[in-house]
């Protein structure tokens, strides 16, 4: 979850959405995101809402502490029960992501889902995914976690090289996530994910490929390649900028992601999003479908972001804010912004593009009509599916999925 926060018109105190949010809601899939914000350390790389305890010491007191954060969650989640009324839906999905949620105890998370399950109650076969570091769980907490409810978990691997490791600040050994993967079988949990970064600064094309083949080789059913990005105001882009590490070119992202989809591709998973790729559809991300797909969400946590019928909502970044807020029985809100039929409709371009379904004709312009057109013509788009309604990128459009994006929103 990205660190910054957009300007928006004010959040009413009590949270309330305007009437027509929740009009043909009963049609729209509802899930929950919970962030934890808390981390041990710092990854070099990391652009996120998170904050270590040397940084959260003398700010925010108390209420930044981790040692009562699922109470202030439940306060939340008990907030939105209030705000979204007689909404009848169950909730479909629920998220933990951080930050490290498993630096909270196990008996924390499932309080946090509990409240939800309480408050809403959870549809049948409901995903219930946290995210985890390496080194923060063991055979125990995960065990803890599949009595708790939660189905499935994503393991921050990035690398199974321990230079690259050590280039992105990550602290766990290697070997460690593709033992942790055992450890969720071992504990029930149907639905692991190893996330994998390529193009860190001295990564070579064989360190990637034995990163893809111990991911491979530990039998996870999804498996998340995302292609390094150097944000501004993180430690690794000032270590860039002095020149200690040399800048990875979108070429070379560029042949990392080919590598990956050979080798995933040969290992039985398909792509169904341009950085996802999983052995069936059960094992796809439901929840990061839902994003993709425009449907509804609450995003319970500092810096969270919430979607509900086309009103986007952000909380307020800093823990002790976020906890002030709700013991004064205020909604964290820091701002909101009401889309217009023009803003959902780029967005669903946006998005859908990006998945193996592609996105509807019908949802371009006839700007966006004409360069779908070219885009074909240049090998972009699969011709099958567009002559369906459909565009659709090829392989070879994946790897220009931002450019044929801006072309298409035209």
Same mark, same amino acid.
């Given at each position: 979850?990205?660190?910054?926060?957009?300007?928006?018109?004010?959040?009413?105190?009590? @949270?309330?959405?305007?009437?027509?949010?929740?009009?043909?809601?009963?049609?729209?899939?509802?899930?929950?995101?919970?962030? =934890?914000?808390?981390?041990?350390?710092?990854?070099?790389?990391?652009?996120?809402?998170?904050?270590?305890?040397?940084?959260?010491?003398?700010?925010?007191?108390?209420?930044?502490?981790?040692?009562?954060?699922?109470?202030?969650?439940?306060?939340?989640?008990?907030?939105?029960?209030?705000?979204?009324?007689?909404?009848?839906?169950?909730?479909?999905?629920?998220?933990?992501?951080?930050?490290?949620?498993?630096?909270?105890?196990?008996?924390?998370?499932?309080?946090?889902?509990?409240?939800?399950?309480?408050?809403?109650?959870?549809?049948? @076969?409901?995903?219930?995914?946290?995210?985890?570091?390496?080194?923060?769980?063991?055979?125990?907490?995960?065990?803890?976690?599949?009595?708790?409810?939660?189905?499935?978990?994503?393991?921050?691997?990035?690398?199974?090289?321990?230079?690259?490791?050590?280039?992105?600040?990550?602290?766990?050994?290697?070997?460690?996530?593709?033992?942790? =993967? %055992?450890?969720?079988?071992a504990a029930g949990f149907e639905h692991v994910n190893l996330d994998l970064i390529?193009?860190?600064?001295?990564?070579?094309?064989?360190?990637?490929?034995?990163?893809?083949?111990?991911?491979?080789?530990?039998?996870?059913?999804?498996?998340?390649?995302?292609?390094?990005?150097?944000?501004?105001?993180?430690?690794?882009?000032?270590?860039?900028?002095?020149?200690?590490?040399?800048?990875?070119?979108?070429?070379?992202?560029?042949?990392?992601?080919?590598?990956?989809?050979?080798?995933?591709? %040969?290992?039985?998973?398909?792509?169904?999003?341009?950085?996802?790729? %999983?052995?069936?559809?059960?094992?796809?991300?439901?929840?990061?479908?839902?994003?993709?797909?425009?449907?509804?969400?609450?995003?319970?946590?500092?810096?969270?972001?919430?979607?509900?019928?086309?009103?986007?909502?952000?909380?307020?970044?800093?823990?002790?804010?976020?906890?002030?807020?709700?013991?004064?029985?205020?909604?964290?809100?820091?701002?909101?912004?009401?889309?217009a039929d023009e803003d959902r409709r780029v967005e669903r371009i946006l998005l859908?593009?990006?998945?193996?379904?592609?996105?509807?004709?019908?949802?371009?312009?006839?700007?966006?009509?004409?360069?779908?057109?070219?885009?074909?013509?240049?090998?972009?788009?699969?011709?099958?599916?567009?002559?369906?309604?459909?565009?659709?990128?090829?392989?070879?459009?994946?790897?220009?999925?931002?450019?044929? =994006?801006?072309?298409?929103?035209?």
């Amino acid at each position: 979850m990205p660190s910054a926060l957009p300007d928006g018109e004010p959040m009413p105190e009590d @949270g309330a959405l305007p009437g027509h949010a929740l009009a043909g809601a009963a049609g729209r899939p509802l899930g929950f995101y919970l962030h =934890v914000p808390y981390c041990a350390t710092r990854c070099g790389y990391c652009d996120f809402n998170t904050y270590t305890a040397s940084e959260l010491r003398g700010s925010g007191g108390a209420l930044a502490s981790r040692d009562n954060y699922a109470d202030t969650v439940v306060d939340e989640i008990r907030l939105a029960r209030k705000v979204l009324g007689d909404d009848p839906r169950p909730v479909e999905t629920v998220f933990v992501g951080g930050g490290t949620p498993t630096l909270l105890p196990a008996a924390d998370l499932a309080r946090m889902l509990a409240a939800i399950h309480e408050e809403f109650g959870l549809a049948p @076969g409901a995903e219930i995914t946290t995210e985890a570091n390496p080194e923060s769980v063991d055979p125990r907490y995960l065990a803890e976690l599949r009595a708790g409810g939660f189905n499935r978990v994503s393991f921050g691997m990035q690398s199974a090289r321990q230079h690259v490791l050590k280039i992105l600040d990550r602290t766990h050994t290697p070997g460690r996530p593709e033992a942790c =993967v %055992a450890e969720a079988r071992a504990a029930g949990f149907e639905h692991v994910n190893l996330d994998l970064i390529y193009g860190t600064p001295g990564e070579t094309d064989d360190d990637w490929r034995a990163s893809l083949d111990a991911a491979l080789g530990a039998g996870p059913d999804h498996v998340s390649a995302y292609a390094l990005i150097v944000e501004e105001g993180t430690q690794l882009a000032r270590r860039i900028r002095r020149g200690e590490v040399p800048m990875t070119d979108d070429d070379v992202h560029a042949d990392r992601y080919l590598l990956a989809e050979e080798a995933l591709t %040969a290992a039985g998973f398909r792509w169904y999003e341009v950085s996802n790729w %999983a052995t069936t559809d059960a094992a796809r991300c439901r929840h990061n479908e839902l994003y993709w797909t425009g449907a509804d969400w609450w995003g319970a946590g500092p810096g969270a972001h919430s979607h509900v019928g086309g009103v986007r909502w952000w909380n307020v970044k800093h823990p002790g804010a976020y906890a002030q807020a709700l013991s004064e029985g205020r909604s964290p809100g820091a701002g909101r912004e009401l889309l217009a039929d023009e803003d959902r409709r780029v967005e669903r371009i946006l998005l859908e593009l990006r998945l193996a379904a592609g996105c509807p004709l019908d949802l371009l312009a006839p700007a966006g009509s004409r360069a779908a057109e070219r885009a074909l013509a240049d090998g972009l788009l699969e011709a099958g599916p567009y002559g369906e309604g459909r565009a659709v990128l090829t392989l070879r459009g994946r790897l220009l999925a931002d450019a044929v =994006v801006r072309d298409l929103v035209d």
